[in-house]
């Protein structure tokens, strides 16, 4: 068996001992005689495995006792509206950042439920940069600011969280969640689906409030209103069962590796690495503001596109590199570096693209 570095931007790469523990209890967890995938939701094995998980998610990401924990289905997307639902509580319209499609698809699934106003957008400059928070125009009325805090398409990132005053701040953190420390206290929800930066498709995180739960919009649906969903546990219905399990032991592994901290330290420098050689030669390019680039997500663009993107592409293949092509809405490349990604994967990817230059470039 030889493993490849995958770059693909969600499912994503996880961490190889996370697979290897999957693997050996994968028949028979810990004496259980039987895998998680067969265990009943509501059997003593899965709860202590979904109980177990919110603590070490808790520990993880320092997340306040004053908010609930739930792990939900339907991904991000379905969340575009579940926010709403949720948190609209009476008023008619929330406030959006726009920095990239991820946001603009938010802000459009809201209408069903109420209005979006547009307090900035990036749109304008193909999404390069984070509007200044000078120029936001934020609403005092509205229920909440939606933010996206790492475009995983356009590869912008918030760097620090913005103040936004009382109205309480939501964030789609999809694909950044647990790539650094971050102070869960400044919002009043996270939402992020598991398949890029914390385990397998299937689940979704949200970290809520507890005085922002309970008045859900007329027509809810009860598996989408949040507090139907904490005073069950996230039990309503047959959760996500063994992408939780797995989401487990990856935040098991982030313990292990040091927490957000040593995590965080790490990515800062798989992201200095690759955006210092972009930039050091003109071959590759990267459209975004300095102080915005993400440290998840890494777009770049290669000189003379048309002859050049399939082979880059093919090579990466063979040198074990996947997952390297960009969105098609931006073209290009794109890698993604989450947690999961070691420093050795960037270091090879980074050689390849020397290697790249130098034959044809
Ligand atoms: C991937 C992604 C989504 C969509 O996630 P689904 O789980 O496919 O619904 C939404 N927002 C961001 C920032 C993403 O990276």
């Not at 955006?275 to 998840?296: A, G, L, T």
Request: some cysteine; overall charge neutral.
């Amino acid at each position: 068996m030889s493993r490849i570095f995958n770059f693909s931007a969600g499912p994503a790469t996880l961490p190889e001992s996370v697979l290897k523990q999957v693997q050996s209890e994968l028949l028979d967890w810990r004496g259980a005689g039987m895998g998680v995938m067969e265990m009943s939701h509501r059997d003593k094995e899965f709860m202590s495995i979904a109980s177990q998980c919110e603590a070490d998610l808790r520990e993880v990401l320092a997340v306040p006792a004053n908010y609930k924990v739930l792990f939900m289905q339907g991904g991000a997307t379905a969340q575009f509206g579940i926010v709403p639902q949720n948190l609209l509580r009476g008023k008619t319209s929330a406030d959006f950042v726009l920095t990239g499609d991820w946001g603009k698809k938010a802000a459009k699934e809201i209408t069903k439920f109420g209005k979006a106003n547009i307090a900035a957008s990036a749109e304008a400059e193909k999404f390069n940069h984070i509007p200044d928070r000078a120029g936001w125009k934020l609403d005092p009325n509205a229920a909440y600011v939606h933010i996206t805090t790492n475009e995983t398409i356009h590869g912008v990132q918030f760097r620090e969280v913005p103040e936004v005053g009382a109205v309480p701040l939501v964030a789609d953190a999809s694909s950044d969640i647990a790539c650094r420390p971050l102070d869960v206290s400044k919002f009043g929800l996270i939402y992020a689906g598991a398949q890029k930066n914390i385990g397998p498709a299937g689940l979704t995180l949200v970290i809520v409030r507890d005085d922002l739960i309970g008045q859900t919009l007329p027509g809810t649906f009860g598996i989408h209103d949040y507090k139907a969903v904490a005073d069950n546990e996230s039990m309503l219905n047959t959760p996500s069962t063994f992408s939780w399990y797995v989401c487990g032991l990856v935040f098991q592994w982030l313990k292990a590796e040091g927490g957000l901290s040593a995590v965080g330290a790490r990515n800062e420098r798989k992201a200095k690495a690759l955006y210092d050689y972009i930039d050091s030669q003109d071959f590759y390019k990267n459209p975004v503001k300095k102080e915005d680039r993400s440290i998840m997500n890494v777009p770049f663009t290669l000189a003379n596109a048309e002859t050049n993107d399939a082979e880059f592409l093919k090579g990466a293949k063979a040198a074990g590199l996947n997952g390297l092509k960009g969105h098609r809405a931006v073209g290009g490349m794109r890698a993604s570096i989450y947690n999961a990604m070691p420093e050795a994967g960037v270091a090879a990817l980074i050689d390849y693209m020397k290697e790249f230059v130098r034959t044809r470039g």
